[in-house]
């Protein structure tokens, strides 16, 4: 019965701070572009892996802000946009969420497929974009501003390495930015990193790295096919002992071991793309322009640019201040009233309340049976008084006194003795309708 492979190594999940600190590209494209720079969009993200959205599927309509409003939740660093105007195909690298800004515009680029086509065993493999690439930078040593500027900001978009603590399997690829003084342009190319044994010949070679061995059918001897294959080729002078390095670690591959010889290679993996930097800008695709490659200025534009600025900053600052005492003045004047209201209201206990209810309905209760009682003894007097009124004004003129409750019992015994009289009501007939005399 067999076993199951032992696990050997732990996964350690990083911290919220170290996901943090890793920078996170965004790779986009802006407005309508046709599809060659949708393609290149496709292979740019390809080279930022692991470090951006692969999928990211993004509308025509999404603007700056869009993108800014959730760069703080999807821990974004940079964004790449690109774009296609009628003169050509532009690219802009920012910084989340205030900038700076450089403006590249793309002279000339080949897609990761042309690259791909033109080599006779293109190198492809998925796994080697689990890791970041390794940035080289060359010739960017220049006493411009743009330049440093520049060199900041490309570092910035890749993760730093400790040479102390990483691993060498995790160097699989490297991005390169080559800037040529002559031309000022950049070249920007993509590889992957491979390595091969040293001092032996091409068929060796195949023998030691391929995990197949070769045909040996046509093949006499096994010494025929080494000396066949005996003569140096152009790769193999390459390969000589002044390129080669000793592995430190064990490398990814057949053979390589730690302290083996290996010389290394580098397969184009592509795209390519030849830069020119037209501007940079202070925000995140506006604000001041720091740099232009066309239009220069004078110290006394420099010097009027720089009071603007100054002038708007403190403007702002003004503004910051004013919407800062409206907010604490506004809630200054919600505690007073509520502290108001707190005072007019009477802070009582449930179960106090409850008594304070009860003693006030008795109260009601005792005081609207009195008021009753009062309002009948006032009635009934009132009464006699007018009737004593009108018997002294009938004395008077010599008539009878008019005697509401005699009037209303004669009334009474007249209307018994009528109903004695009358016959019993006969009950109504039931009305039939004009057409078809039903009954309704």
């Known amino acids: 019965m067999g076993h199951g492979r032992k696990k050997r190594r732990t996964h350690v999940v990083p911290t919220e701070d170290e996901i943090k600190a890793v920078p996170k590209a965004l790779v986009v494209k802006s407005g309508e572009v046709g599809r060659a720079v949708a393609t290149l969009v496709g292979d740019v993200r390809q080279v930022m892996e692991p470090n951006t959205a692969i999928r990211l599927r993004e509308r025509k309509t ?34 989340f969420p205030h900038g700076p800004t450089l403006h590249f515009r793309v002279n000339q680029y080949s897609l990761a497929q042309d690259c791909l086509r033109l080599q006779k065993t293109p190198h492809t493999s998925a796994v080697e974009y689990n890791t970041p690439p390794l940035l080289i930078l060359n010739n960017f040593a220049g006493d411009g501003k743009h330049l440093k500027l520049m060199t900041a900001m490309l570092q910035n978009m890749f993760p730093a390495i400790n040479p102390s603590t990483m691993r060498l399997a995790e160097a699989r690829r490297v991005v390169l930015f080559n800037y040529n003084s002559e031309a000022d342009t950049i070249d920007f190319r993509h590889y992957a990193i491979t390595v091969r044994p040293v001092g032996v010949t091409k068929g ?101 640019a720089e009071k603007r600025r100054q002038a708007n900053l403190s403007r702002q600052a003004l503004r910051r201040q004013q919407q800062q005492e409206n907010v604490d ?65 009938a004395d008077d003129f010599g008539m009878e006194a008019y005697d509401e409750d005699a009037i209303d019992e004669s009334d009474g015994e007249e209307q018994a003795e009528e109903s004695d009289d009358q016959p019993p009501p006969r009950p109504a007939k039931r009305a039939r309708s004009k057409a078809g005399g039903k009954k309704k």
Do not use: W
């Open 62 to 95: 999404n603007k700056i802000k869009d993108y800014v409003a959730v760069s703080s939740q999807l821990s974004l660093s940079h964004i790449m946009l690109f774009s296609q105007t009628e003169t050509g195909t532009n690219l802009r690298i920012g910084r």
């Open 204 to 304: 060796v070679k195949r023998v030691v790295m391929s995990k197949a061995a070769p045909s040996m059918a046509k093949f006499g001897d096994i010494s025929d096919y080494v000396m066949q294959q005996a003569f140096a080729s152009e790769s193999d002078v390459e390969d000589g002992p002044e390129n080669s390095v000793t592995l430190a670690q064990d490398y990814v591959g057949r053979n390589n071991a730690k302290d083996e010889q290996r010389a290394v290679r580098l397969m184009e993996l592509g795209p390519r793309m030849e830069l020119k930097l037209m501007k940079v800008e202070s925000g995140l695709c506006e604000g001041e322009v720091i740099y232009h490659s066309y239009v220069k200025k004078t110290p006394e534009d420099i010097a009027l």
């Open 329 to 393: 003045r506004k809630k200054e004047m919600a505690a007073r009233a509520k502290a108001a209201r707190n005072d007019t209201t009477r802070n009582i206990p449930v179960s106090e309340a409850a008594d304070y209810e009860d003693d006030d309905d008795m109260e009601s209760d005792d005081g609207g049976a009195a008021g009753d009682g009062e309002d009948e003894g006032d009635s009934d007097s009132d009464a006699d008084a007018g009737k004593a009124t009108g018997r002294r004004a």
